[in-house]
């Protein structure tokens, strides 16, 4: 089993930063896919930025420029920056982390960190 835990949500301006984190724990192979994940009230869940282990990293549309994803392999860490926060921004925040055991997808979610954006 893995375990994801994730802090730095918060309320938040318009314009401002905040950082999020998440640490995986548990049965963690050397390969694995983490990302960032958002959902907003009555909107469905959307990726928002992933890193590969080899470090490719893909962000969605609306937050490209804005957000930068991270990570740290030893820490088994990563991170999501988030610059220039609108109110449409504002949603819960899932850490995902996808690894394949023996073929066998495996995808784990933490318990979401809330983000509002509002003056």
């Known amino acids: 089993q893995v375990q994801l835990v994730e802090s730095g949500g918060g309320l938040i301006r318009p314009g401002g930063s905040l950082r999020l984190s998440c640490t995986a724990s548990?049965?963690?192979?050397?390969?694995?896919?983490m990302a960032w994940y958002r959902q907003a009230p009555g909107k469905q869940r959307e990726e928002v930025a992933t890193?590969?282990?080899?470090?490719?990293?893909v962000y969605a549309d609306s937050v490209k420029g804005r957000f930068t994803i991270s990570r740290d392999n030893a820490k088994k860490t990563v991170y999501l920056q988030m610059n220039s926060l609108k109110p449409e921004d504002t949603a819960v925040y899932y850490c995902?982390?996808?690894?394949?055991?023996?073929?066998?997808?495996?995808?784990?979610w933490g318990q979401g960190t809330q983000v509002t954006v509002s003056s």
């Open positions: 995902n982390l996808f690894q394949l055991l023996s073929s066998t997808p495996n995808n784990y």
């Open positions: 548990g049965s963690i192979l050397s390969n694995y896919i």
């Open positions: 890193i590969l282990s080899s470090g490719r990293i």
